[in-house]
T-cell receptor, first 114, second 112 residues
């Protein structure tokens, strides 16, 4: 089945710097890759997603890139702010059975220092 | 649209008791997913349901765990004879089209 690996597990940056989180997946048939942000004690919230027919997608300070050949995708946050501090999860949707279930990475704790 | 509603937010059970977790999906969403999250870990898929049907339960333990999504009412995740290892946050998510999941606030289950 699908396996998603996420790195780094923790990331600390200064306010205003960029942050990059990387994920790899194993199932080449996976075709949908969302990113979720989870603040302490809160629900995971979808912040951006990308489909396998697109190489890059941007939404204000957040961008996601996908390399299908290498089976990896990355989240880029520019001009980080303290409110970006949270745990970020990548996920992949294996196409087998088309159930829509997501397989999540282990999470990256991002700390943005003021 | 109130979003995905889960209750209770916190549930305390003693070993051997039953836990019932409820999830009302967003209006218009017919796909429901349950995930389990252990402290400082990712979300682990448990089960995917549509109205009155279990579509994929490959992530759910074979014993003590069951899920349903009846024609009327919320989806229920039921854990019988709870053990300490069941302590976790259980998140429900719903989707209008599969894949784009919207999560509830979760139920924190603590087993004493």
């Amino acid at each position: 089945g699908e396996n998603v690996e996420q790195h780094p597990s923790t990331l600390s940056v200064q306010e205003g710097d960029s942050a990059v989180i990387k994920c790899t997946y194993s199932d080449s048939a996976s075709n949908y890759f969302p990113w979720y942000k989870q603040e302490l004690g809160k629900r995971p919230q979808l912040i951006i997603d990308i489909r396998s027919n697109v190489g890059e997608k941007k939404d204000q300070r957040i961008a996601v890139t996908l390399n299908k050949t290498a089976k990896h995708f990355s989240l880029h946050i520019t001009e980080t702010q303290p409110e970006d501090s949270a745990v970020y999860f990548c996920a992949a949707s294996p196409n087998s059975g088309n159930t829509g279930k997501l397989i999540f990475g282990q999470g990256t704790t991002l700390q943005v220092k003021p | 649209n109130a979003g995905v509603m889960q209750n209770p937010r916190h549930l305390v059970r003693r070993r051997g008791q039953e836990a019932r977790l409820r999830c009302s999906p967003m209006k218009g969403h017919s796909h429901v997913y349950w995930y389990r999250q252990l402290p400082e870990e990712g979300l682990k898929f448990m089960v995917y349901l549509q109205k009155e049907n279990i579509i994929d339960e490959s992530g759910m333990p074979k014993e003590r765990f069951s899920a349903e999504f009846p024609k009327e009412g919320p989806s229920i995740l039921r854990i019988q004879q709870v053990v300490r290892g069941d302590s976790a946050a259980y998140f429900c998510a719903s989707s209008p089209e599969r894949e784009k999941l919207f999560f509830g606030s979760g139920t924190q289950l603590s087993v004493l």
